[in-house]
């Protein structure tokens, strides 16, 4: 059985730009949920995808979006990124039923400028 | 508005001794409870779980205690091994749901 894998591990913008994030979830594994960790934080949870809908968002604006495809892969798109976006980006996958047992992946360093 | 806390920044133990680490809440509504290990550059591996009707679960050298009346859990690591030393956090959910509340964490340093 094959891991969470998100990338890409590390990345720095600017202010005012774009980002795209990548989740690769484990097989089988049907829910993708995002945390955003930052520095001396806990995993802040951002949003949870179900069968490629939005199911459940934690306090971050609507820049904060996502997607969730057939594969069950996700991506994290966050649109006119802030100093304060700078953080650890987890994803996090479960299987049907396992509704407490969550693996995440490594996360993606964001560092914005 | 920290729901989840971990008042302990970090915690260091000598090999073969107990590890408690400890973690408030203070919503109620939480109705299961787990603990997460994160070392550098991976992401948190979920450790144990406690539901709210129990008070205790147990898992090899790990065991949980939950006080619900006092809003508390405890982690304890008996005996203590090096390969302990990670970052240690404690998370909450309530209705079944897959939105983990974390607390802040605990650094674990186990030392030989």
């Known amino acids: 059985e094959t891991g969470v894998t998100q990338s890409p591990t590390h990345l720095i913008k600017t202010r005012g730009q774009q980002v795209t994030l990548r989740c690769s979830s484990q097989?089988?594994?049907?829910?993708v949920s995002w945390y955003q960790q930052a520095l001396g934080q806990g995993p802040q949870f951002i949003f949870q995808?179900?069968?490629?809908?939005?199911?459940g968002r934690g306090n971050f604006p609507p820049r904060f979006s996502g997607l969730q495809f057939p594969n069950y892969s996700s991506e994290l798109n966050v649109n006119a990124l802030e100093l304060d976006d700078s953080a650890l980006y987890l994803c996090?996958?479960?299987?049907?039923?396992?509704?407490?047992?969550?693996?995440f992946g490594p996360g993606t360093r964001l560092l914005v400028l | 508005d920290q729901q989840v806390k971990q008042n302990s920044p970090s915690l260091s133990v000598q090999e073969g001794r107990i590890s408690i680490l400890n973690c408030d809440y203070t919503?109620?509504?939480?109705?299961?409870f787990l603990w997460y290990k994160k070392y550098p550059a991976e992401g948190p591996t979920f450790l144990i779980s406690?539901?709210?009707?129990?008070d205790k679960n147990e898992d090899g050298r790990f065991t949980v205690f939950l006080n619900k009346s006092a809003k508390h859990l405890s982690l304890h690591i008996v005996p203590s091994q090096p390969g302990d030393s990670a970052v240690y956090f404690c998370?909450?959910?309530?209705?079944?749901?897959?939105?983990?509340?974390f607390g802040t964490g605990t650094r674990l340093a186990v030392r030989p």
């Open positions: 996090a996958s479960r299987k049907p039923g396992y509704q407490e047992t969550q693996y």
């Open positions: 995808y179900y069968r490629e809908e939005e199911n």
């Open positions: 097989s089988g594994h049907n829910t």
């Open positions: 998370a909450a959910v309530y209705g079944g749901g897959d939105k983990l509340t």
């Open positions: 406690i539901s709210s009707i129990k």
């Open positions: 919503n109620s509504m939480f109705d299961y």
